[in-house]
């Protein structure tokens, strides 16, 4: 069964479950890089998949929610290899009232442009440049 079949289906069944499962998404994205370089005469083409992202969430009231993402980096994870499996974000968020919130567990802290901004698709080209990736601490 391809890929959006299953997800129709999960989504079908969560809307038939009722209100409970109705609350809960599932989401994602994914980051796939070419590089095609040529340099010292050699040719370098390496395509890597660089970031597969599941994100899950549930809304249990109007007031509390709760939020996660597991991320699998350069899809392989052995010893020695470069991949890494990590849970980035994981954290419930309580309303404390119209303008205040609570927010426990592992989430990114809003410091800095870089670490709300580090997407792929807030970067120009295809990896963080040196800066971004080196200097100033980030995700």
Avoid: C, W
Avoid at 12 to 40: R, V, W
Avoid at 118 to 133: I, L
Wanted: aromatic share 10%; hydrophobic share 40%; no cysteine.
């Amino acid at each position: 069964m391809p890929l959006y079949k299953k997800i129709f289906a999960i989504s079908l069944l969560a809307s038939l479950a009722g209100p409970a499962l109705a609350e809960t998404t599932i989401g994602g994205y994914g980051e796939l890089q070419y590089n095609n370089l040529e340099a010292n005469g050699t040719d370098q083409k390496q395509i890597d998949f660089h970031r597969f992202v599941l994100e899950f969430g549930h809304d249990f009231n109007d007031h509390i929610r709760f939020f996660s993402e597991v991320e699998l980096e350069h899809a392989l994870v052995e010893t020695g290899a470069p991949g890494a499996v990590e849970l980035e974000q994981a954290y419930i968020q309580i309303d404390l009232d119209d303008t205040s919130s609570l927010t426990t567990g592992v989430f990114l802290l809003p410091i800095g442009i870089i670490n709300e901004t580090h997407e792929p698709t807030t970067y120009y080209g295809v990896e963080r440049n040196p800066v971004e990736h080196d200097i100033i601490p980030a995700t």
